[in-house]
């Protein structure tokens, strides 16, 4: 009745979560850090013949196992970046190969495909 009078320290249960939580979200977002690919814009249109070539080579390595190649120019840059996301870890390709993987994409779907021969 009469809760005023509480100490008002009663209330204030020392949890375990307060420490826990911390941790494992500190896990899961350095586990995320590692795990991601990200390209940014300037580095994948900046990028040389020979760095987007090695892109295309391992595209065509590393990405056709489980269906044909989609073209770079239908996904857009926050497209590929999901896509590696949810493929790049099936592949037995390596953070580096991914990541020259993604370089190649947003090059040729941003900028056009610099390696594309003409028909
Ligand atoms: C282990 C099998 C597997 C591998 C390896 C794989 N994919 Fe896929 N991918 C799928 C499946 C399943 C789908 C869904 C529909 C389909 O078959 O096209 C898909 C679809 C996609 C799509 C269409 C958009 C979407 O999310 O459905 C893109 C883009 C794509 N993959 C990109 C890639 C890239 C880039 C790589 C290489 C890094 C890759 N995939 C490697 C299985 C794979």
Request: aromatic share 6%; glycine share 6%; proline share 6%.
């Amino acid at each position: 009745m009469n809760a005023s009078m509480k100490h008002p320290e009663e209330n204030v249960r020392p949890s375990r979560c307060g420490r826990v939580l911390p941790v494992i979200f500190l896990l899961v977002s350095l586990a995320g850090c590692r795990m991601a690919v990200r390209v940014e814009r300037d580095e994948a249109l900046q990028a040389s013949g020979e760095q987007l070539a090695e892109g295309k080579t391992l595209y065509e390595l590393h990405c056709e196992t489980c269906h044909d190649l989609y073209e770079p120019a239908d996904f857009t840059y926050n497209e590929w970046h999901v896509a590696m996301r949810k493929y790049g870890p099936r592949t037995e390709a390596s953070h580096q190969d991914l990541h020259a993987i993604l370089r190649y994409l947003i090059r040729a779907s941003e900028n056009g495909d610099p390696l594309e021969t003409a028909p």
